[in-house]
C-alpha cells in the first residue's frame, strides 16, 4: 500500500507540473501577442471622401513616416437610410451629392496607374480586340477570286448541309459580272443545287442553305465542288473559277459547324492525256533540307471497272540514284475517275542530292480480293532522270525555295 501511494504521488505530482507548465506558456504567448500591437491613436482629419483621394495622390511624395497610421471607414450612399448608432467622430460618410469622386490632375499614385494609363472603372480597349482577319485583305498575286463556306452534318437525318457565304475578288471576261454558284457532291456529276443569281458585282453575297442526303459511311469519300459561273447579257455561262473540297480531311459532327475559305482554281481546258492527269505542288525548304509533295487530284483516269468497290489512291516515292529512299502513299477514294486528295507529304532531302534524287508518283487501283493495278505513272526530278514539263517543275521547285510549285502532269 505504501508503494501505491508514493506512486501515485509522484505521477499527481508530474501532471501537476505539467500542467502549471502548459499554464505559464500560453499566458506568455497571449502576452507576448498583445504586445505586437499598436494603438491607432491618430484621428482622420479629413473631412470628406474626396478628401481620402487627395491624400492617397498626395502621399507618394511624402516621406513614409508622414502617413497617416489611421484606417478611416467610408458607408456607402445606399446605406444611408440606416440608423448607425456606434458611429464615432472619427468616422466619416459619403455624400450623396458626389457618390464617385474623380482625383484632381496632379501626382499619379500606383491606385491610378493599375492597367496602364486607365483610371479603375474604365476599359482598356486593346484587351478586347478581335485578332485581324487578313482573309478579306490577303490576295496573292494572279488570284482569281476567292469563295467562303460552311459545313455541318446531322448524324441522326445524315444530312450533309452547306451553306454558301459569299465570294469576293472576281475576275470576270468582261466589265459587269453576274455570277451564280454550282454545287456538287462527288462522285456524283450529274446532279448539282444551285444559287441565285447576283446581278452587278464582283463581291456577291449568298448566304444561301444547300442539303445534299448522304450515309455517314459514304461521307468520307465524298468531295465538294464549287463552280463559279457569270452569265453575259447573251445568257450564256461563263466558269470563273471552281474549289474542290474533300471531306475526308474534316470532323464532321452536329455540334461542329466549319466555316472554310478557299481560293478558286481555273478550270484545266486542255482534254486529258491517254491515261488521265495529275495536279501536285512541289516545294524544297534548303534551310530545313526538306522535299514537300502536295498531291491535289487526278482527272480522267482509265479505272478498269465501273464499281464503288474499286478505289484509287496515289504513291509518292523518293529515289536516289534509282535507289528507293521512302514511300507514302494517300488515303483511297472509291470509284471516281476524278479523285480529289489534297494530301501533303514531306521527306528529308540534303541540297547536294537534288541532283541525284527524283520523285516517283504512281496511281494505282485496287478491288477487295484482287491485285492492284497500276492506271498511270511518272517521275519528276533533275536532268539526270527527266525532260519536258517534269524536268521545268523540278527547276523551278529548285529555283524558289520555301514557295509551291503547282502542276498538271501527264500519266504514261
Known sequence: EQAVAVVGGIIGGILLFVLIGITAYLLWKKFCCLLSY???????????????????????????????????????????GQDWTNLTKNEHIQ???????????????????????????????????FPEDKSETDFPEGNIGRLWFSIEYEQESERLLVSLIKVRKLQP????????????????????????????????????????????????????????????QQKKHHLLGQVNFPLRNETLTDCNKLVIWRDLE?????????????????????????????????????IQEESHAASVYVKVSL????????SKKTAAVLGSPNPVYNETFSFKADQTQL???????SVLQSIKDEKTHLLGHLVV????????????????????????????????
Open 319 to 326: 529515289m536516289n540514284h534509282n535507289k528507293l529512299i521512302k
Open 95 to 129: 455624400e450623396d451629392s458626389d457618390p464617385y469622386m474623380i482625383p484632381q490632375s496632379g501626382p499619379r499614385s500606383s491606385f491610378h496607374s493599375l492597367a496602364g494609363a486607365y483610371v479603375v472603372g474604365t476599359i482598356n480597349p486593346e484587351l478586347y480586340k
Open 266 to 302: 481555273k478550270e484545266n481546258l486542255e482534254p486529258p492525256s491517254e491515261y488521265g492527269d495529275i495536279q501536285f505542288s512541289l516545294s524544297y525548304n534548303d534551310c530545313l533540307g526538306r522535299l514537300t509533295v502536295v498531291v491535289l487530284r487526278a482527272r480522267g483516269l482509265k
Open 355 to 361: 541532283d541525284t534524287a527524283s520523285l516517283s508518283l
Open 381 to 412: 526530278g533533275p536532268f539526270m532522270y527527266t525532260r519536258g514539263k517534269e524536268l521545268e517543275h523540278w527547276n523551278e521547285m529548285t529555283s524558289k525555295p520555301k514557295e509551291l510549285v503547282k502542276r498538271w502532269h501527264a500519266l504514261c
Open 173 to 232: 471576261p468582261a466589265n459587269s459580272c453576274s455570277p451564280f454558284v454550282k454545287i456538287y457532291l462527288l462522285p456524283d456529276e450529274r446532279s448539282y443545287l444551285q444559287s441565285k443569281t447576283k446581278h452587278k458585282t464582283l463581291n456577291p453575297q449568298f448566304d444561301e442553305n444547300f442539303v445534299f442526303q448522304v450515309s455517314s459511311r459514304m461521307l468520307l469519300q465524298r468531295t465538294l465542288k464549287f463552280l463559279v459561273y457569270h452569265v453575259d
Open 38 to 80: 499598436e494603438k491607432l491613436t491618430s484621428p482622420v482629419k479629413t473631412p470628406n471622401a474626396y478628401a481620402i483621394f487627395q491624400d492617397q495622390s498626395t502621399s507618394e511624395i511624402q516621406p513614409k513616416s508622414t502617413r497617416s497610421r489611421s484606417v478611416p471607414f467610408i458607408i456607402p450612399p445606399t446605406l444611408h
